[in-house]
């Protein structure tokens, strides 16, 4: 088995529970989600400890409507990756927060990230740096313009 594999988590009824959770309310606290799952305070903050260090959870953020920032631009940026070099790309792009979303693919492109910025210079500065990082070989980018 690789190495890859032998770390993958294995999702229980009480992981998916508890991530189902936390995707509704990502703030919620440990004592809440607890009483909701019916278990004890110490399982549930078990269980997110190990969700985070196996990686299957990323971690806790913000959800914000499309439309709040009615100046912001959005985007998606599809990326070709040399050799295999994939892991440590995505690892770099997940230091940029203008990337609200980093995808695998298959076809042409290895990723596709998920861009919102507020203007036209973030945008261009944001393009350089993902261009710029190692591994990434070439890359294609679309605004969005409206969402139907």
Partial sequence: MSK???SKHV???H???LIG???HDGRAPVSKLAEIMGVTRGTVQTRLDR???SGALLGFTARVREDYG???IRAIMMIEVVGRNTTQVINKLRRLPELTAIHTTSGKWDLITEIL???LAEFDRVLR???VVDGVLNSETSILLSTI
């Fill in 11 to 13: 999702f229980d009824d």
């Fill in 117 to 119: 910025v507020d203007d």
């Fill in 15 to 17: 992981d998916r529970t």
């Fill in 51 to 53: 969700l985070l260090a």
């Fill in 129 to 131: 740096e993902v261009r």
């Fill in 4 to 6: 890859r594999g032998a």
């Fill in 21 to 23: 959770l936390l995707r």
């Fill in 70 to 72: 009615p100046g912001q």
